[in-house]
Nanobody, 118 residues
Framework: QVRLVESGGGLVQPGGSLRLSCAAPGTILSTFTLYTMGWYRQAPGKQRELVATFTSDGGTDYADAVKGRFTISKNNSRKTVYLQMNSLKPEDTAVYYC?????????WGQGTQVTVSS
């Protein structure tokens, strides 16, 4: 199972930007590249929801609420996935989680808090 570690969360004003990172320390590159990676979030009192993900065919998919504002990317050599978040809104406030799956197993990070407030 892959260990995932998120970072980059924090407090930002509406309209601001943050970049989240999800690293897979201790994972060999060949294993990391087999995993389909994505970002999810969970706001207080709400269910965890998909934010952005790579698809099995190498494409990307985004929740409607973040399309045009968020971008998922990855650097395989660093075994890291990123989530660039621009034009942040108060409703983006949540704990953001990184998820990886190889189709039969899945791994989750511990989450990083993002708070959008003036």
């Amino acid at each position: 199972q892959v260990r995932l570690v998120e970072s980059g969360g924090g407090l930002v004003q509406p309209g601001g930007s943050l970049r989240l990172s999800c690293a897979a320390p201790g994972t060999i590159l060949s294993t990391f590249t087999l995993y389909t990676m994505g970002w999810y979030r969970q706001a207080p009192g709400k269910q965890r929801e998909l934010v952005a993900t790579f698809t099995s065919d190498g494409g990307t998919d985004y929740a409607d609420a973040v399309k045009g504002r968020f971008t998922i990317s990855k650097n395989n050599s660093r075994k890291t996935v990123y989530l660039q978040m621009n034009s942040l809104k108060p409703e983006d406030t949540a704990v953001y989680y990184c998820r990886g799956t190889d189709g039969s197993r899945e791994s989750w990070g511990q989450g990083t808090q993002v708070t959008v407030s003036s």
